[in-house]
């Protein structure tokens, strides 16, 4: 049943200081300085600035830069334009950012920040060409130093500034053929289109450019592994690795292919260097350890905890994290342990998790004593704390009393729509349908818009083949509100499929499929595309689904009523 449901500019960031900055053709020539006359200011551009000034002691700096701007128009005083253009950037007012811009590059041609801020202003309108011209002027007068803060600002671009930014230095490549960061540039950009060989080959250029360009040969190394060439990669990693033994971005690099590669003995001994290297700085430490863990490497993840923890390093996120590793490798009582030591912020988060593995290990009234604990402690979240213990119950085959509890948490609270929904939830697994219906409008009573009670209900209609027109706006509202939301997205293939539209619904239940295929999805999509005579297609989807669930009751229901066997 459904239910609720930046590494460009990490990488950018060594363009200005791994290449050397070989001579470069001629560039497109600069306007020369105009012969301005003396800078004056007259009492009203005093009192503009005082004001500015006030405001943005005050943090308003849309007034601050209201008045710098009038006094950059007014004086011309490059300082002025300065501090007005680097507002209006910073403030994402982008036809002004390149109004001032510009205005600074008439009184001083070959200011790097005027030409920086200049570029990024056309990149955020969407003018890549006019950005390349600006960065080109950039590199002739500074060199590629001048793209370090470049960069730097980009980071607080949004992905499509970012890469308009990656086409704008991409661009430049072939008319400086000799800068190894703007081959570097293209590599990425080539990544980001999903242009493997095109990205590899780049790497290339940039490293017969230089040699030594280290961001350039670990992208290398990453662009290897995503092709199927994790020997190769790792080869390339620990060359460097080797011939530069003191840097950090290296080795993490090799620790991150290692624990892709699954060579956790090798990762481990380089994480120990790593913190052999650095014991002072704990902070890249604990990264390293949540590294090791999410890539499944605990015994790893553990040293390191250990050793922080015996520091005093932030004691309650150490034990939470140890109780996760604990838990990893199904050592559960030593995982509870851990989390009924964390205090702090943390310490919600790790006593639920601990009464969830109380319920699991066969221990129910020692976890609900707890949950009831922290009902007292955290009366504001008692509400979610009674659904969390409900979906304990019922995960280990207790739905009834996982109902009870709902029920008994509805008295103090019957409006509450957490619960309301949680019970609807509850109640159809049992199969109290009426139930289920009744808490669901309930919910909607209560909040028309509710997405998740919407397509919860819609479906259950659906599924019945109760109410379609009903469940088709339902669901339809849902998925206008969230509309790559996989649940919602099953549900209208199947709400469109029992309306006796088979081919309006395959689309939905395809991309419901590509984000999500479980069993549920796997039966619908299978559905549909048998009784559109896509027989084999059919046979994938339900035959990959069987591979990961063998028993699911809907997947078999499903075979059984078409008298398939897959």
């Not at 689309?507 to 999500?516: E, F, G, S, V």
Request: hydrophobic share 45%; net charge negative; aromatic share 4%.
């Amino acid at each position: 049943m459904n239910a609720r449901p930046s590494l460009v500019v990490a990488a950018l960031l060594a363009l200005a200081g791994c290449a050397q900055t070989p001579p470069a053709p001629p560039a497109a020539p600069t306007p020369p300085p105009r012969n301005l006359p003396p800078i004056e200011y007259d009492g009203e551009t005093l009192g503009d600035l005082l004001v500015a000034e006030t405001a943005a002691q005050r943090q308003s700096l849309a007034v601050t830069l209201e008045y710098y701007a009038r006094a950059a128009r007014t004086t011309g005083d490059p300082e002025v334009i300065a501090q007005a253009t680097k507002l209006a950037t910073f403030l994402e007012r982008t036809d002004q950012a390149r109004e001032l811009a510009d205005l600074w590059l008439d009184r001083q041609p070959d200011n790097a920040d005027a030409l920086r801020l200049a570029a990024l202003a056309r990149i955020r309108q969407g003018d890549s060409d006019g950005a390349a011209a600006l960065i080109d002027r950039l590199l002739a007068a500074h060199g590629s130093d001048a793209l370090l803060p470049l960069v730097a600002e980009a980071s607080n671009m949004d992905d499509a500034d970012n890469q308009e930014l990656l086409e704008a230095l991409s661009q430049l490549a072939d008319r400086y053929p000799h800068q190894a960061p703007l081959w570097y540039a293209r590599a990425l950009d080539r990544r980001q289109r999903s242009d493997l060989p095109g990205a590899l080959d780049a790497t290339r250029r940039a490293l017969k450019e230089d040699p030594e360009h280290l961001e350039a040969a670990l992208l290398q190394a990453q662009l290897l592994f995503e092709a199927g060439q994790p020997k190769k990669a790792l080869k390339r990693v620990a060359e460097r690795v080797e011939a530069h033994p003191d840097s950090r971005r290296a080795r993490v690099a090799y620790v991150r292919l290692l624990l892709a590669a699954r060579q956790y003995d090798e990762a481990r001994e380089q994480l120990q260097i790593l913190a052999e290297r650095n014991p002072q700085d704990l902070d890249l430490q604990y990264s390293l350890a949540l590294l090791a863990l999410d890539a499944g490497a605990v015994e790893s993840a553990e040293e390191i905890l250990h050793q922080l923890l015996r520091q005093g390093y932030r004691p309650n996120q150490m034990r939470l994290h140890l109780g996760q590793a604990a838990e990893a490798r199904g050592a559960v009582d030593e995982a509870i342990d851990e989390y009924l030591k964390v205090k702090g912020s943390d310490a919600l988060q790790a006593q639920v998790q601990a009464a969830r593995l109380l319920y699991t290990s066969g221990r129910g009234d020692r976890g609900h004593a707890l949950i009831t604990s922290l009902t007292r402690q955290f009366p504001d979240r008692a509400d979610l704390l009674w659904v969390s213990e409900a979906e304990m119950r019922a995960s280990t085959g207790d739905a009834q009393g996982a109902l009870a509890l709902l029920d008994h948490a509805l008295e103090a609270d019957p409006d509450n729509p957490d619960l309301l929904y949680a019970r609807a939830m509850t109640a159809g697994q049992l199969g109290r349908t009426e139930q289920m219906e009744a808490d669901l409008q309930r919910v909607l009573a209560l909040d028309p818009d509710d997405t998740a009670a919407l397509n919860a209900l819609g479906y259950t209609w659906a599924d019945r083949g109760a109410h379609l027109e009903q469940a088709h706006d339902m669901i339809a509202r849902a998925l206008a509100a969230e509309p790559d939301d996989p649940a919602i997205l099953d549900s209208m293939g199947w709400v469109l499929y029992r309306l006796g539209r088979p081919e309006e619904a395959l689309p939905y239940l395809r991309r419901a499929y590509q984000q999500q295929p479980d069993a549920e999805v796997s039966a619908h999509l299978g559905e549909v595309l048998w009784v559109l005579n896509e027989r084999d297609a059919a046979l994938r989807v339900w035959r990959a689904a069987l591979a990961k669930e063998p028993q699911s009751p809907l997947l078999l229901d499903t075979l059984q009523r078409l008298e398939v066997t897959p």
